[in-house]
């Protein structure tokens, strides 16, 4: 049969979706320069397909520039049409970021970093996903067996990150039924993001050639084990030297990173509508299921919202190298470049206001009453995407960080989502999310 080779240019979007178009791999390098034509009403397309309310409705023209630097291409060495994508940056016309280019809004994120502190990030992203279908037996919690039982799958999906040039770490058999994990190395700037949202594809990819299909939703059902996305966080110097670790400060924080992560949890409830933003985020988000239902930090603790991870090493030179912190209060139905954005931002604005470190916790704090955890600075997180849309749209501060219209498209975009799912009950919305992340 004749064949044309294709490459798919796209970008995540609000939905967390990567949306686009393809062409023959043979123009690359032009549409590299000329780019792809893209519609500005698709950023209103939820995850479920309806359309939100849109400013655009049918008028506009925006351009796609596929950024060759993360062109992934991976031939998985079974006569299927290999994967080849590239992901890019939406422009105007006159080549300005357009407002709601989640590419774009994180790399503004990052050189506002870099302006206030000439640091650079350095990150991770970690990610639970299970099989969906009927889940194998009970009883193979991060065991041989469960690994075993799809072991030619993860087998495929670590190959297949390798030749995308995703660094692969660890793959394991997670604690729910048919639930694995898929850690990768840190990278630089934006590329982290990139290597997540170009990792989700692959599993997708990879789950489909052994007649399975992955999803990333929070929940498969509401008491089942979540998947969450944890965001690991370092950050290097000028010199390209680790800089989060200061072994003479408590917990080892040097200064700017306990102000950057006394940000994110200052700004947490206001910016969780963009790391958790799908309706069952928030059944994922509550005590007791290792996740996060608090604004604190914890030390070596997984039930809060940033952890301070554990080091292997002794020497101090090599524990600066491995100090990280991570950020639990993530999941798949966010945009990997919108969560992170909203992270660097609240960390960066905690730096501005050179806010003191916080205090980590090593306790459960679900059993304390409302007023204690008030005098002590805690909060419980906002427990639906309703209240946690109205803190991001209600937070000048965090809205401002944004370009100018997309505080209002964000959040219109959610409310057609929670319109689209308003008569389901929570068993139905978890089916309804398993079937589209
Ligand atoms: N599955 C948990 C979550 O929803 C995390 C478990 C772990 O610490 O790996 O975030
Ligand atoms: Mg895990």
């Not at 791999?25 to 309310?53: H, M, Y």
């Not at 291409?73 to 105007?92: A, Y």
């Not at 590419?103 to 969906?132: D, P, Y």
């Amino acid at each position: 049969m004749i064949r044309e080779p294709m490459v798919f240019a796209g970008m995540s979007d609000i939905s967390g979706k990567v949306r686009g178009k393809a062409f023959p791999v043979s123009a690359l390098e032009k549409r590299s320069v000329r780019g792809v034509g893209w519609t500005p009403t698709n950023v209103q397309i939820t995850c479920f397909d309806v359309i939100a309310e849109s400013p655009f409705g049918a008028l506009g023209d925006l351009l796609l520039i596929p950024d060759r630097d993360t062109h992934a291409c991976v031939d998985f060495g079974d006569g299927s049409p290999p994967f080849n994508l590239t992901l890019g940056n939406i422009v105007s016309l006159e080549n300005e970021p357009w407002e709601c280019c989640t590419r774009s809004i994180l790399i503004s994120a990052l050189a506002r970093l870099e302006a206030v502190t000439g640091l650079r990030l350095k990150a991770a992203f970690e990610h639970e996903f299970h099989l969906a279908g009927e889940p194998a037996q009970p009883g193979e919690a991060y065991t041989h067996k469960g690994y075993r039982n799809n072991v030619a799958f993860g087998e495929t999906a670590m190959a297949a990150l390798e030749a995308a040039g995703i660094g692969t770490d660890t793959f394991m058999r997670e604690y729910g039924p048919d639930q694995y994990e898929i850690t990768v190395d840190p990278e630089v700037g934006v590329q982290a993001a990139d290597s997540a949202t170009i990792l989700r594809e692959l599993v997708y990819a990879s789950a489909d050639r052994h007649d399975r299909r992955a999803s990333f939703s929070p929940l498969r059902s509401p008491d089942a084990v979540g998947n969450g996305v944890h965001i690991h966080m370092s950050f290097l110097d000028g010199n390209g030297k680790p800089a989060t670790y200061d072994h003479g400060n408590p917990f080892g924080m040097a200064e700017t990173t306990g102000a950057f992560i006394a940000g994110v949890l200052k700004y947490l409830d206001s910016i969780l509508a963009l790391t958790a933003p799908s309706v069952i985020s928030y059944l994922r988000l509550t005590p007791h299921r290792w996740s996060a239902a608090y604004n604190n930090l914890g030390f070596r603790d997984r039930e809060a919202s940033v952890r301070i991870c554990p080091v292997t090493a002794v020497d101090q030179d090599s524990i600066g190298k491995q100090y990280n912190f991570e950020f639990r209060a993530a999941d798949g139905a966010a945009s990997p470049h919108l969560a992170l954005a909203a992270i660097v931002h609240a960390g960066v604005q905690g730096i501005e206001e050179q806010l003191a470190p916080p205090e980590p916790t090593e306790e459960d704090l679900s059993v304390l009453d409302d007023r204690t955890l008030a005098n002590r600075g805690y909060a419980r997180l906002p427990q639906t995407l309703d209240d946690a849309l109205q803190r991001f749209a209600a937070n000048k501060t965090v809205t401002g960080w944004f370009p100018e219209r997309f505080s209002q498209i964000y959040h219109d975009h959610k409310r057609g989502e929670l319109e689209h799912l308003r008569d389901l009950d929570n068993d139905e919305r978890c089916a309804a999310y398993e079937k589209v992340y």
